[in-house]
């Protein structure tokens, strides 16, 4: 089982940055994927953000890119994204997610808050 917890939300104004970071324990051993996926409200769907393999391969949802980007610490069993140019249709609790790609197992994090709002 693998452990996620999420941080770095809060409250920016439009065009401004942001950095979430999700930190990893438990059982993560072979192929990989970790992903940020945002959810408007709780009980609407999740949407994909950004994914990141543990070889690197790297794929953004379209309304992010060029904006996010989406890197890991593999070493520390971390995965980050740093959100620029936020605007209002960012606002979402953003949520980590990992994925072994070996037995397709998942793990979410807790999810934090991210609004974008003058």
């Known amino acids: 089982q693998v452990q996620l917890v999420e941080s770095g939300g809060g409250s920016v104004q439009p065009g401004g940055s942001l950095r979430l970071s999700c930190a990893t324990s438990g059982s993560i051993f072979g192929q990989n994927m970790m992903s940020w996926y945002r959810q408007e409200a709780p009980g609407k769907l999740r949407y994909l953000v950004a994914?990141?393999?543990?070889?690197?391969?790297?794929v953004y949802g379209e309304s992010v890119k060029g904006r996010f980007t989406i890197s890991r610490d593999n070493a520390k069993n971390m995965v980050h994204l740093q959100m620029n140019s936020l605007k209002p249709e960012d606002t979402a609790i953003y949520y980590c997610?990992?994925?072994?790609?070996?037995?397709?197992?998942?793990?979410w994090g807790q999810g934090t808050q991210v609004t974008v709002s003058s």
């Open positions: 997610k990992f994925q072994s790609l070996m037995d397709m197992s998942t793990s």
């Open positions: 994914s990141i393999t543990d070889g690197g391969k790297i």
